[in-house]
């Protein structure tokens, strides 16, 4: 069960994309279209802002959206906005029927 | 409202045992799955248990044979049991539900958080 990997750190300036990228094996994303991201900004608790890959709960702005090619699955963050500095993770449903976490990237915005 | 709240949270010594809680309100635990995610301080998330509608459980492998997942229908309460407590236990412990649509359809991410309770494993 080794975690995902994800990128330390990504920043953009207002208004800019970001994109941060988690990749995994043929164990856990590279099987399913189970793959789902949340954003916590500092001393709270994850928010789930996309699940299933690419679909968003309600309340989540369109401005966060996700997609998956083969052992990598992708969240980019259109528009970036000040209240989007966070820390991002990653997470997929595993053959084990398991569940598994990226080491998770830290958003800043300029 | 739809709320988690989670308690049981302490000091303990290594090897000794804990289990903590996590009340549920707005729904019903044992219609959902429902999983423990840990976080140690400054670290990522990692996902420790879950269990399902239907009984089953799993365990990640850094806890597996030494943690217990399971609820308490007549509370709507989530548990953990933890034993043989190690100082890489040491974490803020979160329970959360899955996400489930309008018509009981479930999807693979978790929608619903609690505070966390803190567990810390030192002599």
């Known amino acids: 069960q080794s975690a995902l990997t994800q990128p330390p750190s990504v920043s953009g300036s207002p208004g800019q994309s970001v994109t941060i990228s988690c990749t995994g094996t043929?164990?856990?994303?590279?099987?399913?279209?189970?793959v789902s991201w949340y954003q916590q900004p500092p001393g709270t608790a994850p928010r789930l802002i996309i699940y299933d890959v690419r679909h968003r709960p309600s309340g989540v702005p369109d401005r966060f959206s996700g997609s998956k090619s083969d052992y990598t699955a992708s969240l980019t963050i259109s528009g970036l906005q000040a209240e989007d500095e966070a820390d991002y993770y990653c997470s997929s449903y595993t053959t084990s029927s398991t569940w598994v976490f990226g080491g998770g990237t830290k958003v800043t915005v300029l | 409202e739809v709320q988690l709240v989670e308690s049981g949270g302490g000091l303990i010594q290594p090897g000794g045992s804990l289990r903590i809680s996590c009340a549920a309100s707005?729904?019903?635990?044992?219609?959902?799955?429902m999983s423990w995610v840990r976080q140690a301080r400054g670290k990522g998330l990692e996902w420790v248990s879950v269990?399902?509608?239907?009984?089953?459980?799993y365990y990640a492998d850094s806890v597996k044979g030494r943690f217990t997942i399971s609820r308490d229908n007549s509370k709507n309460t989530l548990y953990l049991q933890m034993d043989t407590l190690r100082a890489d236990d040491t974490a803020v412990y979160y329970c959360?539900?899955?996400?489930?649509?309008?018509?009981?359809?479930?999807?693979?991410?978790?929608?619903?958080w609690g505070q966390g309770t803190t567990v810390t494993v030192s002599s």
């Open positions: 269990i399902y509608s239907g009984g089953s459980t």
């Open positions: 959360a539900r899955g996400y489930y649509d309008s018509n009981g359809y479930y999807y693979y991410g978790m929608d619903v």
């Open positions: 707005g729904f019903i635990v044992s219609s959902k799955y």
């Open positions: 043929s164990s856990d994303i590279g099987s399913y279209n189970r």
